[in-house]
């Protein structure tokens, strides 16, 4: 754990109906001071509900993605600017499910950013090597220039989040060693722009597994898959972060 502001951000993918909402009044009402931001990030049908629902609380709603134009003829995507006006503070970028499905290169991830800073929200700025890179031992090459090419000028601790999520990571219930884990925030906190930004792990975080990850140094926090769909998951990771 460094100085930087710890963070448990939960990326909720295509996951999530109204009465799902239950789940986010709930954490809202079991972490009212948290001693860590909580951030939940719905597909963009709940976040205006979402935010509704956690009023007043210190839970705080994000989105997953949103285009690098400010408005305009674009079918289907959303503003910055829609995602601030629905009730959003952050929203994730580059995450790999974005770079693969919807072949995002990290020159797009920078624009989008760059979008997502003119509306004030905060980036969440995701990296990650595949399976094959790491065996080929490009770990750091991958998610070094991951990083070089997707956060843009202008990027401080206030405006930006990294997340670094091997993408062999996610979803599958296997997660790097604590030294791998460690080895890669190491070369991602002298690589930032501004020192003090936080650091996030994202990849099969559970409750099980949460402590020992924020005991390492340099991570300040965790974006969480599947584990932040239900309140009782997510809230004992958010514990994990506040006593870390
Ligand atoms: P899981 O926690 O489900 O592995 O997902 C991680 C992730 O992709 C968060 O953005």
């Known amino acids: 754990m460094s100085s930087a502001c710890k963070l448990a951000a939960g990326n909720w993918k295509m996951n999530g109906l109204r009465a799902d909402l239950d789940q986010a009044r709930a954490l809202a009402e079991a972490y009212p001071t948290p001693g860590c931001g909580v951030l939940l990030c719905p597909p963009a049908t709940l976040i205006a509900p979402m935010a509704a629902a956690v009023a007043g609380s210190a839970l705080m709603v994000g989105g997953q993605d949103c285009h690098a134009q400010d408005a305009g003829?674009?079918?289907?995507?959303?503003?910055?600017?829609?995602?601030?006006?629905?009730?959003?503070?952050?929203?994730?970028?580059?995450?790999?499910?974005?770079?693969?499905?919807?072949?995002?290169?990290?020159?797009?991830?920078?624009?989008?950013?760059?979008?997502?800073?003119?509306?004030g929200l905060v980036t969440i700025i995701c990296v990650g090597e595949t399976e094959a890179e790491r065996d080929a031992g490009r770990t750091l090459d991958v998610v070094l220039g991951?990083?070089?090419?997707?956060?843009?000028?202008?990027?401080?601790?206030?405006?930006?989040?990294?997340?670094?999520?091997?993408?062999?990571?996610?979803?599958?219930?296997?997660?790097?060693?604590?030294?791998?884990?460690?080895?890669?925030?190491?070369?991602?906190?002298?690589?930032?722009?501004?020192?003090?930004?936080?650091?996030?792990?994202?990849?099969?975080v559970k409750p099980g597994n949460a402590a020992e990850i924020f005991a390492i140094g340099n991570v300040d926090g965790a974006l969480v898959g599947g584990a932040s769909l239900k309140a009782d998951d997510f809230g004992t990771i958010i514990a994990a972060l506040e006593a870390a």
């Not at 974005?98 to 989008?112: M, P, Q, Y």
């Not at 997340?163 to 296997?174: F, K, M, N």
């Open 73 to 119: 003829a674009h079918t289907g995507d959303i503003s910055a600017q829609m995602l601030v006006d629905a009730g959003a503070r952050h929203v994730i970028l580059g995450h790999s499910e974005r770079r693969a499905d919807h072949g995002e290169s990290s020159a797009t991830v920078g624009a989008k950013a760059r979008a997502a800073h003119r509306a």
């Open 146 to 204: 991951q990083l070089r090419e997707s956060v843009p000028e202008g990027a401080t601790a206030a405006n930006t989040v990294i997340a670094y999520e091997p993408v062999w990571a996610i979803g599958t219930g296997r997660t790097p060693t604590l030294d791998q884990i460690a080895e890669v925030h190491d070369a991602l906190r002298a690589a930032v722009p501004d020192g003090a930004m936080s650091l996030l792990y994202g990849g099969s």
